[in-house]
């Protein structure tokens, strides 16, 4: 380890940097406001010393800036979020799982590179060629980082910024390159992800309160800077850019650590990490205090049985419009940028009413007043539903039944090979030894279509080997029996039959989800028809989760009652209700359609036993005398 500060205070020195700043460091700046206050913490902050007793800026050197990121507690050491000891990249750093690479402190230093994840190196949060590469500011440790050398130098010279939906470049943790949306400029910026801006505002504002003095016309302005104002220094919209990123995420402790590590490394501290109102009260002293006006004209479209699409217009801001804040029955479910007027939500129950509310946010964090609100209610849910989780064979040919019209070989119910080793149905021809073969597995009693408005298809499945498609087809001629390849047989609509993408031994696994097959009609039975004949390489399939639901044609419009049932997913073993109206009887099913349980009431007051009843997904069919409400029940 080095040590760069001078003996005289080095003891002092130690003591000081196990906490904040000393007592006494920012006397100088009290009771002060604005530029006043930005020149008296660069006096305090600078490479002068005034004799006040206090360390002072004393430039280290380029290549000692490694040595200062491997100290102890340096902030530069991953000892926040994996905790592993590694480099601190705010550039790679990924903050709620694990990061895509990571560096060891002098391992891996650039260095050519060809992507990331090669080598690390020094990224001037204020670009060098601002200040021509010159000292001290080449070396300040407050604005020179550890990052990926990759991701340095996707970033280059470009501002920070906020970058849209487009962004041209992005990096493995989500930092990102494009044009700018915050207003004020509109060419290309880097925008970090949110984690860190507060860190790097910090950072670059630091350099305009260390460097007012050294600030020059030479210097470059890199669309930032002010063109010979030492005070201001940046220019308005990168000042608005900043302040937001300083408000919206507030000092942590990675950051106090760093800023004590840079006192003893350099002998001066970030005062805006020491005292965060310092900001405003230099660049804003008079900070905004005015509201946007509310969203307007909040509306609630394309409603269905568990979602719906929230729109509303634009509001206005005296100075600049941040985000909008959607509320569901007064809770936040989403904060949108300002460029959204819009917000699909999902996940709704059915038969249920919503009420929504927008506010409006600027920059400065200024809320405006709720706009109008938007009742919804959503659709009736399905009230058909087919499932097959294929967990017991013994039950399997109530739903299923297999053919084989060729070959040995069937489909063959396993208890293990399903989605997370649950059971399934599979088929491997593959075992055979590549004879040909074709088989079937049908549902056992064909299903309505005309009965239904809207039908959809989901299940799960996994190929291992060869190249045989899974086809699933369906056919309104079928009779049933033993040679359904003498019927016509049509492949579902809206889907493509898969194929292991290489024929490896690999398991590849497809999720087919909320296929829409309403455009059948008729009665038709549903197959999985596995077929060999024509020389494709055997495949051997597994299929699990098989799903329908639909909604029927013949559900009458009724009037919406207040009913509430829960907890829904029900974790406890009772259901309770609450509800005004006269309810003769709950009848709960399964996914199967199996009467599970039946509740004769004169009305609904209170709970239902949910002992007897396994782990999984029920409906909950509630009948009154005009009307019969259907409910999806989740038992954990």
Known sequence: MKYYLSLAFS??????????????????????????????????????????????????????????????????????????????????????????????????????????????????????????????MKNDYFH????????????????????????????????????????????????????????????VLYFAIRYEQEFSSSWDANEVLTSNDEQQFYVQWYIDLLISWHLQDPVSQREIDRNNNGYF?????????????????????????????PPANLTASNVTNNSLLLSWEASTDNEALDSYQIQQDNQTIATVDASELSLSVDGLEAETTYIFQVFA???????????????????????????????????????FFTVSELSDLDWNCTDNNGLNNTGAYQMNSFSGGQVPSLDWLITTNPIDFDAYSFLELSFYTEATFGNTPLQVVYSTDYNGGNN?????????????APTHPDGSNNEVEFFFDEIDISAISGTAYIAFKYDTTSGEEATRWTVDNFLIEATSLSTPTFEKVALKMYPNPATENHLYFDSAVHVHQVEIFNLQGRLKKRIEFGSVQGKIDLQDLSTGIYFVKINTEAQSITKKLIVK
């Open 361 to 399: 946010i600027d920059a400065t964090g200024n809320v405006s007043d709720a706009s109008n609100t938007a009742t919804a209610t959503t659709l009736p849910g399905p009230d058909f539903s087919f499932f097959e989780d294929f967990d017991n064979c013994d039950t399997v040919s109530d739903s």
């Open 11 to 136: 003891f002092f020195f130690f003591l000081s940097a196990l906490a904040q700043a000393p007592q006494g460091y920012y006397d100088d700046a009290d009771g002060l406001t604005g530029f006043e206050l930005k020149t008296a913490l660069n006096q305090i902050i600078d490479d002068i010393d005034d004799g006040d007793g206090f360390p002072f800026h004393q430039d280290q050197g380029y290549g000692a800036l490694y040595d200062a990121y491997a100290n102890p507690n340096s902030g530069d050491t991953d000892d926040y979020y994996e905790n592993d000891g590694t480099v601190l990249d705010m550039y790679s750093e990924q903050p709620n799982s694990a990061d895509a690479y990571n560096y060891n402190h002098f391992q891996n230093q650039c260095g050519n590179y060809n992507g990331e994840g090669v080598c690390y190196n020094r990224e001037h949060l204020v670009p060098q060629s601002t200040f021509n590469s010159a000292s001290p």
């Open 484 to 496: 359904p390849s003498n019927f016509t047989w049509t492949s579902l609509p809206n889907f493509t």
């Open 144 to 203: 020179v980082v550890p990052t990926d050398g990759s991701v340095n130098g996707a970033r280059g010279s470009f501002p920070f910024g906020e970058v849209g939906n487009n962004p041209d470049y992005t990096s493995t943790n989500g930092s990102k390159r494009g044009d700018n949306t915050f207003p004020g400029y509109n060419g290309v910026v880097f925008e970090p992800i949110d984690e860190f801006k507060g860190d790097i505002a910090r950072s």
């Open 265 to 293: 490394f350099q002998g001066n501290r970030n005062p805006l990490i020491d005292n965060p109102a310092y900001v405003q009260q230099i660049w804003d002293p008079e900070p905004d205090t005015e509201a946007p006006t």
